[in-house]
């Protein structure tokens, strides 16, 4: 059927792994992946709508794919993840070409949704936006490597960050069995994987909502790092992303004890300002962020922490806007995602009076990518002399060198005889604010 497809993913690392099933779901329906959308019979976008620049670069996309689909009628258009969630109808009167859509708890459903599609004398798109009950985190994946793997361990967030329109998309929060996981996990290095990354919204409340429901075993996300530790032949665990709120001195003693459990917290702060952090419902002060890196800092030799900041925020003034450059100066971080706050219809901050001028937002923002990127300058001349253990991945940039990444999670461009797929000591050369450079 239409032999070829083409998927063009956005957004955050939950929207890659989704993506990874979308392949396994076309190829078990006999497609076969195309590069280029010119080239493909079923055109498939797997959207972000976290803020207003990923709609604007989606609508550019499908700019292309309704040409394409005005040149061959029998061509199909379909769009996953959270824009069509977000808007459901208002999604196909906006893009009367899309064949079907549907929303991150529907991905099982793809298949029937390109029948569907298919099918002669239906009439109008089809779309799939119910709170499905079914976990998609145990579909099979179409990894890109076969030494690494993403492992989906909760589903959704319960937060309601004020600003956030995540809770309204992916529904609330769930956690997978430890049981199913560990399984899994298992059966990952079996097939060859020494890498896992564990996601989702809010790791580190990981079975909290199992414990609620009645299962009072159910591990907490320091007990999973000890029983996916314990798994013979995985050399490293990584995770994203953690809530302040939610990080407990049992997992920085994990993240501390665990051989196999890589030194790097992603760990948004969002702002430094007390009544901003309020006002975004994040549940913890600048002063009390401040504590746990230090936690992590004292407990985690070369930890590197990064982080997540919004500038903008409704109401946020100039005093308010210093509170997070001072917090930034005192956390020290490794890098960062800086971006200008993107109000979210049907989300509260949206409502908020006092939105911040947009070029007073983007002035911020520039600021707080000054410093950070000085930050992270820093952070990896550091290295420079020193020793990495480094999981080669591919071919640098260039295709001169071999590029992996350290258990920092610092991309690392290596000089010598290496393997994809190997891990290695490098001896550290050189460093710019992204990369790290050396040689075996
Ligand atoms: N669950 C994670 C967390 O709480 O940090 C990440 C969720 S979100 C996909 C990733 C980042 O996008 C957030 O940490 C936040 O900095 C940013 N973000 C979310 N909503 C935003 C908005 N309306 N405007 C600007 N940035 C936003
Ligand atoms: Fe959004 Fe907050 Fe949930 Fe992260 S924790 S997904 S920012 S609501």
């Known amino acids: 059927m239409h032999g070829r497809y083409y998927l063009r993913s956005f957004g955050c690392q939950m929207n890659e792994h989704d993506a990874e099933r979308i392949r396994a779901l076309l190829e078990a329906e006999g497609l076969e992946r195309a590069d280029e959308p010119d080239d493909a019979g079923v055109l498939v ?12 670069r989606l609508a550019g996309h499908l700019g292309t794919a309704a040409r394409l689909k005005r040149a061959d009628p029998s061509r199909v258009v379909l769009v996953t993840g959270c824009l069509p969630q977000a808007e459901q109808a208002g999604f196909f009167a906006r893009f009367p070409f899309v064949d079907g859509a549907l929303g991150p708890q529907n991905l099982r459903r793809l298949p029937e949704l390109l029948h569907a599609a298919v099918e002669p004398g239906v009439g109008g798109p089809a779309g799939y936006f119910e709170d499905g009950e079914h976990f998609s985190g145990s579909l099979s994946a179409r990894r890109e490597r076969p030494y690494q793997a993403w492992v989906q361990v909760m589903s959704g967030c319960t937060n309601f960050c004020s600003y956030c329109i995540v809770p309204f998309v992916r529904g609330p929060e769930r956690s997978r069995p430890a049981g199913e996981l560990v ?242 000591t490098v001896d550290i050369t050189a460093a710019t604010s992204t990369t790290l450079r050396g040689s075996v």
């Open 45 to 56: 976008y797997n959207t972000c709508t976290v803020r207003k620049s990923a709609d604007d």
């Open 183 to 424: 399984g899994e996990v298992r059966g990952l290095v079996a097939d060859g994987v020494r890498e896992v990354t564990l996601l989702g919204q809010n790791v580190n409340a990981y079975g909290g909502d199992l414990r609620r429901g009645g299962e009072e075993d159910a591990p907490s996300f320091a007990g999973l790092l000890r029983s996916l530790d314990a798994v013979e032949g995985l050399e490293r665990v990584r995770f994203m992303t953690s809530h302040p709120k939610d990080l407990g001195d049992d997992l920085v003693d994990a993240i501390a004890e665990l051989p196999s459990v890589c030194e790097h917290v992603h760990l948004p702060a969002q702002a430094g300002s007390d009544r901003v952090l309020r006002a975004m419902r994040r549940g913890y002060t600048a002063a009390e962020y401040l504590e746990r890196v230090h936690a992590l800092r004292a407990a985690v030799p070369d930890v590197s922490i990064t982080t997540d900041l919004i500038a903008g925020f409704p109401g946020e003034t100039e005093v308010d806007f210093e509170a997070t450059l001072d917090l930034v100066r005192e956390a020290a971080f490794d890098a960062a995602f800086t971006f200008v706050y993107s109000p979210r219809q049907g989300t509260r901050a949206a409502d908020l009076p006092d939105q911040v001028p947009p070029e007073a937002r983007r002035d911020r923002v520039e600021r707080l990518i000054e410093l950070t990127q000085r930050q992270a300058l820093a952070s990896r001349l550091a290295w420079v002399g020193r020793r990495a253990e480094v999981l080669v991945e591919g071919l640098s940039r260039d295709g001169l060198l071999h590029r992996g990444r350290s258990r920092q999670n610092v991309t690392v461009n290596v000089a010598g005889a290496v393997e994809p797929g190997a891990i290695v």
